[in-house]
């Protein structure tokens, strides 16, 4: 033993020693571990020796055997004799030893666990896909890392930016979406985490593609000749292969002085179809066909564009107006009296200056007509009455009681 150069070790006494002692080192990939060794008593004929996981010698006493630059024996103390590693690798973990030459020979095991950040591997996980509405979705996101990283399913919302929706957290690799509908299309996340920053993230787009549907906007509309008018209708559908507004079996796709389509974009699956149509004549008036397919199908709707006629109202006579009457009578004696008829008596102005009281057939009364004292032969200034019969009794007695 003594020609290995072990030195023997007699119980009890002041002889070199080492903290047998295990330890477990847990370091990030990249950064630098030291693993402790601590050695008393030691003399100049004791040897320390760090041995690799694999086997091979790395240091003996202050002297470095390994090629790997990476590799040193550090002693701050003089009790000490670490081993450092740079720069560590996921191959540098393991065991590695300290041993202390003695007879027997002392041990110190120090364990490397190199963790390592959550890694998706892409090229085993799933990419952009298009699935049909009603089939199953299967997604995969295999990922690597130490410790082993849980998998988090997310699928982005549609309306709220940044938004997400939880699907789902495990060890498991896979996510299963059975008999999928259109509103669960969009960007689907895997996110593997562990103890180790940073997390790793992976987004697959998913298309569920549908047969095109078409909700018309007006089934009936009217415009007068000459003047202009639109027609829209929105579809929905993936893929949006086809969609296009047809008058008489044509397909209106141009730009034309009498056409101008429109496409608006609402959101990926959903559009707004317009047509503009000028000048309208005769011949532009019957069923406009809004028209979509697909690989999945085909879809229709129709609107009827009908000639607004404005028909213009008759004329309507003015009504003459009408006034309250009160006359003056006069005697040849040169007194004079002052008859106020009924309120609701009115008169209407003739063309020839007298006045003339409507509605001739009332029953009400006869119509009369009274002239002014000295004129009773101008029939163009006479004025013509129309009393109850208790109104032209008040008006006659009195006269001819005076006379």
């Known amino acids: 033993m003594s020609g290995l150069g072990f030195i023997p070790v007699v119980a009890g006494s002041s002889g070199p020693s080492l903290d047998q002692n295990p330890i477990t080192v847990n370091l990030i990939a990249g950064f630098t571990a030291v693993l402790p060794c601590t050695v008393k008593n030691k003399d100049p004929a004791t040897r320390v020796l760090w041995i690799g996981p694999s086997g091979n010698l790395l240091t003996m006493n202050e002297i470095t055997r390994t090629s790997d630059k990476r590799i040193s024996l550090r002693s701050p103390y003089?009790?000490?004799?670490?081993?450092?590693?740079?720069?560590?690798?996921y191959s540098d973990r393991g065991d590695y030893k300290c041993k202390l030459a003695t007879s027997p020979v002392q041990i110190k095991v120090a364990t490397l666990n190199v963790l390592l950040s959550p890694k998706i591997l892409t090229e085993y996980?799933?990419?952009?896909?298009?699935?049909?509405?009603?089939?199953?979705?299967?997604?995969?996101?295999?990922?690597?890392?130490?410790?082993?990283?849980?998998?988090?399913?997310?699928?982005?919302?549609?309306?709220?930016?940044?938004?997400?929706?939880?699907?789902?957290?495990?060890?498991?690799?896979?996510?299963?979406?059975?008999?999928?509908?259109?509103?669960?299309a969009g960007i689907y996340e895997c996110v593997a985490r562990n103890d180790v920053e940073p997390s790793d993230t992976i987004s697959i787009k998913v298309d569920v593609q549908f047969a095109p549907e078409i909700d018309i906007g007006l089934e009936t509309l009217s415009q007068k000749v000459g003047k202009?008018?639109?027609?829209?209708?929105?579809?929905?559908?993936?893929?949006?292969?086809?969609?296009?507004?047809?008058y008489n079996g044509v397909d209106i796709e141009e730009r034309t002085w009498k056409y101008e389509p429109f496409v608006y974009q609402r959101?990926?699956?959903?559009?707004?179809?317009?047509?503009?149509?000028?000048?309208?004549?005769p011949s532009d008036f019957g069923v406009y066909?809004?028209?979509?397919?697909?690989?999945?199908g085909s879809a229709n709707k129709t609107t009827l564009l009908?000639?607004?006629?404005v028909t213009t109202p008759l004329a309507l006579e003015s009504k003459p107006t009408t006034t309250p009457v009160n006359f003056t009578t006069s005697t040849t004696r040169g007194?004079?009296?002052?008859?106020?008829?009924?309120?609701?008596?009115?008169s209407t102005t003739s063309s020839s200056g007298g006045i003339v009281m409507p509605n001739t057939d009332s029953p009400d009364g006869p119509?009369?007509?009274?002239?002014?004292?000295?004129?009773?032969?101008?029939?163009?200034?006479?004025?013509?009455?129309?009393?109850?019969s208790w109104t032209f009794l008040l008006l006659v007695i009195p006269y001819v009681t005076f006379i």
């Open 78 to 89: 003089e009790d000490d004799w670490n081993l450092r590693i740079e720069q560590v690798k």
């Open 125 to 184: 996980s799933s990419r952009d896909m298009v699935v049909r509405e009603g089939s199953d979705l299967d997604l995969v996101c295999n990922a690597t890392g130490v410790p082993l990283p849980d998998i988090t399913w997310y699928r982005k919302q549609k309306d709220t930016p940044n938004a997400k929706t939880h699907l789902g957290t495990g060890n498991k690799d896979q996510l299963l979406i059975s008999n999928i509908t259109r509103d669960e």
């Open 228 to 246: 202009s008018t639109a027609i829209e209708c929105r579809i929905t559908g993936f893929p949006m292969e086809v969609a296009v507004w047809r």
């Open 267 to 281: 959101e990926e699956n959903k559009i707004l179809l317009s047509l503009e149509i000028r000048d309208l004549s």
């Open 289 to 296: 066909t809004c028209f979509a397919s697909n690989v999945l």
């Open 306 to 309: 009908t000639e607004l006629k």
């Open 335 to 346: 007194t004079t009296s002052t008859v106020t008829p009924d309120p609701n008596l009115t």
């Open 367 to 388: 119509a009369y007509t009274l002239n002014p004292p000295g004129k009773e032969d101008q029939n163009n200034s006479c004025s013509t009455f129309r009393y109850q």
